[in-house]
């Protein structure tokens, strides 16, 4: 029997969040503990109590972020659990997702993370029209994560591919776990001290699998046996609108000045020089405030459509 503290965020999107709570007791293990913390992220629509029954329901008076919303989400778990489990609320559960999570992580001393494969939600694929309906559903978001760390990109093993089994491996050890989902120990967690907060959004999960492998030597596992679905953006403002733009610009270079190799550090500086003149209102200020030192939320002064056009 396993005790497992599983931790979701919620913004704005409490039918997400629903499903996806709906999704995990639906395939909990009988003989494991499983101790919920919805944590609301101020929403305009702050969700109630007797939506989240079997949940301990944490709203904050603030928007956080995804860093710093799973810090504070954590710090409300009663007692002391096995393992935490982060999952983001635009997910649903494969059958014995948890189970099979837990067992790749004590099939190595040497775990830190341990992470799903992931699938594309049925009809929420990138190019969902290039696939059969009885493709659908399983083409994968999430196969493993890796660093190019010459051009500084982040990217998704298998991303876009049909699952064919190519991904079967267990045990493969990657570069960096998806904040998407992943499974750890609370003191892992402790000795990191979570998600630096000032990324705010987007990185913050690279940047603790760097530290977790950089200071702990810990491993990044693959588990290709536990399988989650995610409808993707579900939860935030989407790939490609300013936010995302912002806050990857910004975090990138804050990620890339602190870990890649040195010549990869002064491509990015030259790629921040073009990008200022060429860019939009979003990735301008990313460049300003990466490189002037301005972190955590900065939602609010990200320029709008409208005023683009300079």
Not at 41 to 69: M, T, W, Y
Not at 223 to 236: M, V
Request: aromatic share 12%.
């Amino acid at each position: 029997m396993s005790s497992i503290a599983i931790i979701l965020l919620n913004y704005n999107s409490t039918r997400l969040t629903k499903k996806c709570v709906h999704s995990l007791l639906a395939q909990k293990d009988k003989d494991d503990e499983y101790q919920i913390i919805v944590f609301d992220n101020d929403s305009k629509i702050p969700p109630k109590k007797d939506e989240f029954k079997d949940c301990d329901l944490v709203h904050s008076k603030k928007n956080l972020g995804f860093a710093q919303g799973n810090n504070v989400a954590v710090t409300h778990v009663n007692g002391s659990v096995d393992y935490l489990l982060f999952i983001n609320n635009d997910t649903r559960v494969g059958k014995a997702m948890v189970s099979e999570l837990i067992s790749s992580f004590n099939s190595d001393p040497d775990s830190g993370l341990v992470v799903p494969k992931i699938y594309f939600e049925k009809e929420y694929e990138f190019y969902a029209k290039e696939y059969s309906n009885s493709q659908r559903g399983r083409v994968i978001w999430y196969a493993g994560g890796g660093i190019d760390w010459q051009n500084m990109i982040l990217f998704h093993k298998g991303v876009d591919e049909v699952d064919r089994g190519q991904f079967e491996k267990a045990g493969e050890e990657e570069q960096f776990a998806t904040g998407c989902c992943f499974l750890t120990t609370p003191a892992i967690w402790k000795t990191l001290k979570g998600f630096d907060p000032k990324y705010f959004l987007y990185y913050e999960d690279a940047d603790l699998s760097m530290r977790l492998r950089k200071k702990l030597h810990k491993k990044i596992r693959f588990a290709p046996r536990a399988i989650l679905y995610h409808q993707n953006a579900g939860s935030s403002d989407g790939s490609g609108s300013q936010v995302h733009q912002y806050y990857q610009t910004r975090n990138r270079l804050r990620f890339g000045l602190r870990y890649s190799p040195r010549r990869t550090k002064l491509a990015l500086l030259n790629e921040a020089r073009r990008l200022f003149i060429t860019g939009n209102g979003a990735v301008k200020l990313g460049i300003l405030h990466a490189l002037g030192g301005q972190w955590g939320n900065q939602t609010t002064k990200i320029p709008v459509e409208k005023a683009l056009a300079s």
